[in-house]
């Protein structure tokens, strides 16, 4: 997490030393002062105050010299602040669109993720639209951030210099499970990026298609599950199909195969039968708000996620 | 018989006006506020507004912009009458400028009526057809107007509330006895006028007077507004200038931009 | 009449609890607001405490996420608008405005018991909110569009409270700034005021020239969201990033509303047991001016991340940095009022020099988030919660406590037990540095505010920060047990216990309820110690 995995991280983080390191200086300065004059002029040891009480010269030095330092603080968080704004012009381009409460991926050809993967050392512009109020893409190993405001085309830029998977926050405040929206980024090299870029243009059509539109349309599944093994408010979706779970029911713990009447039933009438290790967080029954087809719909998709791990 | 020291009546005229004008400046800055929110819109919905302002009734506007400004008329004139000592006229004239202020609000009140019965108003299923701009167009147009509205409807309770206060008569019920014990050498008693007049003067006090015992019967004067006191009926018209003000800078924005 | 009696004792129109909330005495309307206002802040602090005790462990501790925002924004909502925003210049500024300038009372002594009327009622109406209609607002003290807009809780009550509160701001403002001007007592000119009227002088323009312009934003919130006019939804052609422009051209200058006269109350504590007179006066005085100026442009640093065009970014970065300069100047002449003077330490002392520390804490994170680079990476984490906690309650907080202590024998007239107090001070330095210091340090390494649930590799960090508000929790109630036992057994109190020169200290404590027998006449600055002052 302390890593700086973006070009200009390292400017952020020099900024931020500097104006650390003079503030603790003038802080050790005033502390210091502070506790020399009570000690030597406490009334025991200086009982006659002097008169003095104004010095031009004084007052010049201490408005001229925090000047200068401000400054300087200014100009190093404004050429900083530069490089974080300006896109270079092969950028690859990324739209982000961002929802209560999850974020979505569109790249260049068409393809859409939920969790966003980038080659190592290739400038990214992300241009981010929000559907509902406002949020913010943060992603702390970057060290920036900008919010995506409804009605507007926000951007971000970064140039990933450091392989490896980064937390994606949310970090403008917008209602209930704001402190959940988050993704990750995945930072891999090109040749393993272009790998990716294969594996995951998967054919999705028919019932499958409709179920993943339902996922992240009526439905809102996703913003709790994942479907690329991540574990966000719920489990992850994918592999899901056919595998062994253990769920409690009435108190007891019992293993299940995940198959279609389980999955129907976990998703009318959720807390019948509750996941293991998910006892606190309740899902919404869907009983009357989606019907037959849409269940349906949803059991082919994750049949589907079930099918074709990445 | 009781005992009193006189309480001194703090008057202060500048500090009074002082303190409405700072008032009258934060009302400017509240409607400023949204005047900066209209030239951001305009500017970035000029066609919209164009198109949106046709559907305002010039002639109403230009109704509404008179009477106000005669109110404003009717209001100096009811503090020159005041000035001149004539209560009587300066009644009158407040009771016009009331009567204006009214009738401001039932011609916006028609004005009103018949655009939201022609389903113009916010979040009607008109508007929402419409484009971008002219909802927001009318969103401020009903916001601005009705605030400047409810601006009117306080100017008229404050201008009632003077209306009572000027009608008020010198009371001529109580009685002051007072008790002085004090040495003022070389000073006499005086009764003077409301013009400063002496009317009665006593004798020059000197060294050898200790005390002075009076006792006087008088009719003191509970109105508070009059020739010499006006400051209140000043202030409740400046506050009235204020809200004219304000709807000539709305009238053309609204009604004649197009 | 007896002009001996005392403000508190004195016989009035009405009996018992009315003779003070019908009163228009100055000096009783400032203890109406110091209790209503200790009131409050109970109730926003055991919130506070409550909150850490949920961010003790990741995931559900002990509420739900629905409850946890709407903790979070009432927290807010009360510290802000019932508690640092009128705080110092409703309670000590009503108390002693008057009497530093040597007069009997404000200027508008009607519209002072007023405006505490309206604080009242805008508060109850606030506070109301929270259990009618959809429950208590879970949108954050800044009610940001569009996310007010849909949500369905609460909000037009609160708002409709703050503008309310609002508008008891303007007319204390309007209220000071017309005593200032006219009733300064014969001899006090513009350079012999007193620094603590010298804040307030400020303040109260900032009170009047901006809280207008918030007060129409709030109400364009509720017709949003009662009318369904769009200014700021972008569904309705609106613009979100209008109302954070017009939220914060008002919000920004509300912390230095709330600051300056924290400030002026320093400057008043720091000659006192100095036994000296203030260095750079004018330097002093005319920065709180300059404050409030450059204050007044700097709003957009709340918007660095919004999505505004870059070169709006750099000048209001650029604009910030000014506020730095001015604020510092204040620090230093400080800091040359104690070199050679004749310091006596006691409680009041202490506070105002941890105000120093910790504001000075405070200010330099500040510059950190008016950096442009850095504060694209802390904004809206625990950095900014850090950072403002350090402002207004390690500044403006521990001001408010120190001018308690400075100005308590006067305003009740006994004494509290030092001892007792230097405890206090110490339980609550502890506390208050291992509470906010974590957050500075979370906020650093990517923990974005406002949230229910975090990564695991913060716990360590957080759970310290819980413990700092059990000390802090300690403390608070220590202090307020030694004041209360203070007010009700305390010694009789002198009329210059600390030997002051400003004219509060030239009348008996508690002061008698016209001020002064005879309105006083000045000659020497206010903390001149020549020709008798003593
Ligand atoms: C009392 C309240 C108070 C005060 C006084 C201040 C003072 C300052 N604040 Fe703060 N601020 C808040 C209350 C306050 N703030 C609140 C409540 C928020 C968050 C609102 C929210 O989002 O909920 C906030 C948020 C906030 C932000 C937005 C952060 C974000 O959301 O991304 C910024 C950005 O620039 C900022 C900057 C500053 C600066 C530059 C000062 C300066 O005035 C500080 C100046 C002081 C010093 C610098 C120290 C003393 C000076 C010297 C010793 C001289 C030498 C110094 C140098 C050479 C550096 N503040
Ligand atoms: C001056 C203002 C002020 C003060 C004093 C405080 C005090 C405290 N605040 Fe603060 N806080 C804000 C203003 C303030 N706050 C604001 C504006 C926000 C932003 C809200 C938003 O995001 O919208 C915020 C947000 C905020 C957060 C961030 C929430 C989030 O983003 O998720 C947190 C988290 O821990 C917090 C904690 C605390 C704590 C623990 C205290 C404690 O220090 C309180 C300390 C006091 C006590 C511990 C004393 C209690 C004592 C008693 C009750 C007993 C006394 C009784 C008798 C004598 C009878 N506050
Ligand atoms: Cu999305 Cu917070
Ligand atoms: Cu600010």
Redesign the interface.
Known sequence: MRSQAASYASQVDVAFWFIFIVSTILLTGITLFMIFCLYRYSKKRNPTPATFDGSIFLETLWTVIPTILVMIMFYLGYEGFLSMRQAPADSMIIKVYARMWNWRFEYPDGRKTDKLVVPLNKPVKLLMYSEDVIHSFYIPAFRNKEDVVPGRENFLWFKAIEEGTFDVLCAEYCGDLHSYMSTTIEVLKQEEYEAWEKGIVLEIKGEALKGKEIFHGKGACMACHSVDGSKILGPTLKGLWNSKTIVIQDGKEREVVANEDYIKEAILNPSKAITKGYENIPMNAYKGILDEKDIKALVEYIKYLGDNPK | MKAFSPIEKHQDYTGAKMGLWIFLFGELLLFGAMFILYSVFRHWYPQDFHNASRSLNMITGTVHTLVLLTSSLTMVLSITAIQKGNKKLCLTFLFLTILLGLLFMVNKYFEWEHKIHNGIYPGSEFLLAQAKGVMVFFSLYYSMVGIHGLHVIIGIVLLSWIFWEVLKKPDHHSRWDAFLHKDFPGCHLAIVDAQGKEVWKGEVFDDSVKQIHLRVSYHPVKERIHFHDFISLENCGLYWHLVDMIWIFLFPLYYLIS | ?DVSVSYNQEKTAYPGIFGWIFSTDHKRIGVLYLLSIATFFIVGASIGVVMRLEMLTP??TIVQ??TY?ALFTVHGVIMIFLIVLPGVPSIFGNFFLPIQLGAKDV??PK?NILSWWLYMTGALIAVAGLFVGGGAP???WTF?A??TL??ATNIVMPLFGAFILGISS?IT???F??TI???RCPGMTWNKMPLFAWGLYATAWIQ??A???V???L??VI?EKV?????FD?????????YQH?FW?YSHPAVYIMILPGMGIISEILPTF??????????IAYSSMLIAIIGSFVWAHHMF???MS?IA??VF??LT??V??PT??K???W??T????????KTPLLYA?VF??QF??GG?TG??L????????V???YYVVGHFHYTMFGGLGFALLGGLYYWFPKMFGKMYSEKHSRIALGTLFVGFNTLYFHMLIMG???M????????G?FQTLHVTSTIGSWILFVGIFYMMGNLIHAGLKGEKAQANPWGGTTLEWKISSPPPTENFEEIPEVVYGPY??KGGQE
Not at chain 3, 276 to 283: C, L, P, R, T
């Open positions: 009449m995931g559900q996420p629905r925002n200027a508008f519209l879970d949108t954050g940001y569009p996310y849909k949500s303007i403002g309007l209220n700034i017309t001007h006219r009733m009047v020239l809280n207008p312009i007060g129409i934003t109400l364009l017709f009318f369904d006019i769009g200014v972008p569904s309705k052609g609106g613009d979100p990033l209008l017009l051209i100095s036994k000296k007179n203030i260095f750079g006066y004018k330097a991340t919004t999505g870059d970014r750099i970065s650029f940095f000014l730095a300069i510092g100047v620090i230093f002449n800091l040359a104690l070199y050679g003077g004749s310091i006596e330490v020099l120093i520390f000075c804490i330099f510059m950190i008016g950096t442009l680079s850095t504060d694209l990476h904004h809206d984490t650093w390494l990517g974005p505010r406002r949230y229910y649930d975090y990564l590799y001149e110690r």
